[in-house]
């Protein structure tokens, strides 16, 4: 059986005034089903800009990728839409919660887009909020709960259409430590109940909860590491 994510070569530019800017310069690796991959280097090497290839929220100008068997590098823009909205999940460093709505009506926002109906919706909601540890905040707006409980609407707001790959950038960025341990308990739970993982971080304790970590310097590959 082949990788869920087969990454082959893949290459970014951003074009700037003052010339482009080679953000990934021929990126290769396989993620398998179940595994949990961090991406870990300096700032500026590259991470976010592949992280983004891998979500669809971009494309590369070289290279393929194919995740769940798609060809993601090939979609066009409502293809990449779908495809985001219904096979991966992603979390960021700063949680993007839509402020005017509630833990739960953020959760069930992607479900809503992806035409779950409102029964079948309900029912995931309370699951979600019982798993990431939020029963009790199902009518908090995100400015009435802590970074911690943020970032945990936003962990289940990203798994409710069950996708096939969860992405995060920095998820314990903006945590104290000790609410970015819990949070690195939490990825593990996840990881444990199946969840395939690609996590960036500057968080040494998270890439070492990370199954294998892949090292990145100037846009490429340099090294990887598997526990
Ligand atoms: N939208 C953009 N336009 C131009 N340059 C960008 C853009 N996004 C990132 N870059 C540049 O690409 C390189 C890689 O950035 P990024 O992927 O964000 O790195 P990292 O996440 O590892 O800090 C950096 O040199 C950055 O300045
Ligand atoms: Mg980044």
Known sequence: MSALVQVRDLARDY?????????????????EQGEWVAIVGPSGCGKSTLLNLLGAVDSPDAG?????GERV????????????????????QRFYLMPALTAAENI???????????????????????????????????????GGEQQ????????????????????????????????????????????TIVVVTHDAQMAAAAARRIQMRDGAIIAEAVT
């Open 15 to 31: 074009s700037m005034g003052s010339g482009p800017v080679h953000a990934l310069r021929g990126v290769s690796f396989d993620v």
């Open 64 to 68: 393929s990728l194919t995740i769940a």
């Open 73 to 92: 590098d090939r979609l066009d823009d409502r293809a990449a839409t779908t495809f985001r909205l219904r096979r991966i999940g992603f979390v960021f």
């Open 108 to 146: 069930e926002l992607p479900m809503a887009e992806a035409r779950i109906v409102r029964t079948e919706r309900r029912a995931r909601v309370q699951e979600l909020l019982g798993y990431v540890g939020l029963a009790g905040r199902a009518d908090h707006r995100p400015s009435q709960l802590s």
């Open 152 to 195: 945990r609407v936003a962990i289940a707001r990203a798994l409710a259409n069950k996708p096939a790959l969860l992405l995060a950038d920095e998820p314990t960025g903006e945590l104290d430590a000790a609410t970015g341990l819990e949070m690195i308990d939490l990825f593990r739970r996840l990881n444990r109940d199946g969840t």
